[in-house]
C-alpha cells in the first residue's frame, strides 16, 4: 500500500510539472467540439443522443494525449529501469498508473464538460448529478484499458498514431454505452431507464482493470 | 518428404469438400422462396463468420499458450491465426454486403450483427497493425500476445453492446428468418467442413513459412558476424 | 434467376480473396528462397550445413 501511495505521488508530481500534457488535452477537446459544431450546421436542432456523442468523442480523443503520456516520462532517462528492479509488484504499477490517468482525466474534463454545457447547452434537453456518476464510470473503463494499451504502445516505434489505433476499436462497446446512458439522461429520461447501461459500463472496466491487472506484468517486462 | 504428407491429404480433401460443396448449393439445394438466388451467399457467408471466429479464438489460446511459455511457436500460431480470421472476416463482410444489396437495397446498415463483425475486424487488424510497428521479436510476441487476449474478451461485449443497441433503437433492418430445409443444413455443414479443412492448411502454411523466416533471420545474422 | 449477378461476385469475391492470400504466401516464400540463396552464396560452404531443405 505503501509502495502504491509513493508511486502515484512520483507519478502526479512528475505530471503536475509537465503541464503541457494537460493543456493539450483540454485544448484538444475544445478544438473538437469547434469541429463537431460545424458538421452540425448553424441553427440545426441535434438530437440529446448526438450531443452525447459530441462529448464523449471530444473526451475520448482528447484522452489520447494524456494516456500517452503515461509512460513518455519513465521512457526518459530510463527511469523505468528503476521501477522493474524495485520490489514493487507490477500489478501496484498497474493499479497507480491506472490512478494517476484517472485523476488527469476526471481533471480535464472539469474544464470540458462544463464547456460543452456552455457550447451546446441548448440541445441538452435535461440535467441531473448522475452525469458524474456517468463520467466516473466512462473513466474507470477507459483508464483500465487505456492504461494497458499505453503501456504496449510505449514498448513501440510509433507511440502516438498506435495508442489510438488500438485503443478505439477495443473501447467501442463502452462509448456506445455511455452515450447510450448520457443521451436518456439529456432527453430527461429517469435514472431508472438507463441504469442497465451504467452496469454495463462497470462490467466494463472491472473486465478491463482485471485483465490490466493480470497482462501488465508482461507488458512491463517488455518496455 | 515425409512431412509433406498429411498437409497433401489434407489439401484434395479439402478440394474435394469444396467441390462438393459448390455443386451442392448451385444443383441440389433449393432456391429459397423469399430472397431468390441471391440467399445462396449464405452457405459461403455463415460457414465463414464462424470459421473466422475459431481463428480469432485460436488466437486467444495460442496467446496465452505463449504469455505462459514464452516459447516463439505459439507466437507465431496466434498471428497466424489472427490473419487467416481476418481473411474470412473480411470475406464476410464483402459477401454479405453483396448479398444486402438486393435484399436490404443497400451496400450497408448499421445492423448490430455488421456492426459488431466490423468492430472485430478493427480489433484485429490494430492487431496486425502492432505486428509491423515492432521490430524487437520478443517485444512484439508479448504486446501481441496481451492485445490478442484483450480483443478477444472484447469480443462478447462487443456483441452484447451491438444487440443491446437495437432492443432500444427502433429495429431498422429486420433480419429475415430463414426457413431452413434439411437440404440448406447439409449445403451450411459442407461448407463449414469444407472451410475449417482450408482454415487448417493456410494455418499450416503461414506458419511452417514463418518458422522458416525465423530459422533464414538466425541464420543471416550469424553471416552477418 | 433475379440477381444471379449478386450471387456470382459473391462467388467471385470469396474465390479471388482466397487466392489472393495464398498468392501472398507464395511470394512471401519467395522471398524467403531468395534470401536463402543470397546467404549461401555468400556465406560460403560453412553456413551450409543444415538449410539444405527449405521446403
Known sequence: MGAFVGLIKKDLTVALRRKETFVSMVFFAILILFIMNMAIGMGEKISPDMAAGILWVAVLFSSISGLGSTFSMEKTNRCIDGLLISPVHS?????????????????????????????????????????????????????????????????SRRNDVLLPILLFPVITPLIAFTIKATGALFAGAPFQEYAPWLKLTAAFALIFSTAGYFLFEHVLREN | MSRIRPI?????????????????????????????????????????????????????????????????????????????????????????????RPIWNTWWTWDPRL???????????????????????????????????????????????????????PVVVKTRSIAIEPKMGIALLLFMAAFISLGAILLWLRTSLSIFEGKLLSLEKQGGN | MKNIGYLAAGYMVVWSGLLLYLWRLLSIQNGLQRRLAVLEEGAGPQAGDNEDDPE
Open chain 2, 115 to 169: 456492426t459488431a463483425t466490423f468492430i472485430l475486424w478493427l480489433i484485429y487488424s490494430a492487431y496486425l497493425i502492432l505486428r509491423l510497428s515492432v521490430d524487437n521479436e520478443g517485444k512484439r510476441a508479448v504486446f501481441c500476445a496481451v492485445m490478442a487476449i484483450v480483443g478477444f474478451v472484447d469480443v462478447p461485449i462487443v456483441f452484447l453492446s451491438a444487440r443491446i443497441w437495437r432492443s432500444i433503437h
Open chain 2, 8 to 100: 497433401g491429404l489434407l489439401s484434395s480433401v479439402s478440394i474435394a469438400l469444396f467441390a462438393l460443396s459448390i455443386y451442392y448449393v448451385l444443383l441440389v439445394v433449393p432456391v429459397e422462396r423469399e430472397m431468390g438466388i441471391v440467399q445462396k451467399i449464405f452457405y459461403l457467408h455463415v460457414p465463414m463468420a464462424i470459421t473466422g471466429f475459431i481463428f480469432f479464438f485460436l488466437a486467444f489460446l495460442f496467446s496465452i499458450f505463449y504469455l505462459k511459455r514464452q516459447n516463439r511457436k505459439w507466437d507465431i500460431f496466434a498471428a497466424s491465426s489472427v490473419e487467416i480470421g481476418l481473411l474470412l472476416t473480411t470475406l464476410v463482410l464483402i459477401t454479405g454486403s453483396i448479398w444486402a
Open chain 1, 91 to 155: 500489478a501496484t504499477v498497474f493499479l497507480a498508473k491506472m490512478t494517476v490517468n484517472l485523476a488527469f482525466l476526471s481533471l480535464a474534463e472539469m474544464i470540458i464538460v462544463p464547456l460543452f454545457l456552455v457550447l451546446y447547452g441548448n440541445h441538452v434537453q435535461s440535467l441531473h448529478l448522475s452525469l458524474l456518476l456517468i463520467i466516473l464510470l466512462l473513466n474507470l473503463g477507459l483508464t483500465s484499458i487505456g492504461t494497458l494499451i499505453s503501456g504496449i504502445t510505449a514498448g
